[in-house]
């Protein structure tokens, strides 16, 4: 059979594993062919003895990858050099899952030494937790390097926070390359997501000086959370799933919470309210399917934000501390 060169082109463009940047499918296979079983087992062993380590490892994954990119910067601890971005506003006493991420690291450490990056471990359990949990699975391409410092200052301005306005976020977002539906398709990791009192309290006693809780939430809710966090008691801390109808199962049963004016906090109760995110929150709430897919999608977006690859940064021994 003769083959122009032209077709020769086509079929090396077609049939070469995807590449990004110098991220590939298949970066590790040769050297570290285990890796995503070593990691599944690590987050099935650990989501066995804790329901909150799915959700837990999805914030720390967006946190370290919204600031500053994504680099595994969010696991080091403070140095000499730098402060920890563990310690900035949005992470400090909420971030958790160090610990699991140290223990995957040692086990993978121990199949294929000083190989595989502390942020490609950090994506791969984020995929593997969703995935655990009843989610998606999405195709990922390998390769990232960790970088050799933190930068606590894009920790404190980058981070999406709970109480700022829908175009403040959008904007934090487009700024990583992601869009609107990356905003919407994103938010819907709160179907198995936990949140502190502090942070919707206000929407429940004399909102916005009325005497009364946020029309825009279920007054039913809005009693259920009022029992939960009192607002004469030290209460703030107290946890509570942003998801009470299916909490540790990731489904599209937060939009339909949503639609149902559900949304325990007003930065995600504004997506079913605000005409730019409507159609897509109903959308979802509607076609499970259509969420999944969107989702990994973003997370596929997401987890491409910022990375550093080639000779650049390192592959850490330890997550916590740079070699």
Known sequence: MHFSSTSLVFCLLVFQPFVYGQLDYKFYDSTCPNLTRIVRFGLWSAMANDTRIAASLLRLHFHDCISNGCDASVLLDETSSFESEKDALGNRNSLRGFELIETIKANVEKACPKTV??????????????????????????????????????????????????????????????NLKDVVALSGAHTIGFVKCFAFKFRLFNFSGSGVPDPTLDASLATKLQNVCPNQDDSDNTLVPLDAVTTTKFDNIFFKNLVNNSGVLASDQVLMTDNRTTALVVNYSRYPFLFAKDFGDSMVKLSNVGVITGQNGQVRNKCNLVN
């Open 117 to 178: 990056s502390c942020i490609d471990i950090l994506t791969l359990a984020v995929r593997e937790a969703v995935f655990l949990t009843g989610g998606s699975y999405w195709p990922l391409a390998l390769g990232r390097r960790d970088s050799v410092t933190a930068n606590i200052t894009a920790a404190n301005t980058e981070i999406p926070s709970p109480f700022e306005s829908l175009d403040n976020i959008i904007a934090k977002f487009t700024a990583k390359g992601l």
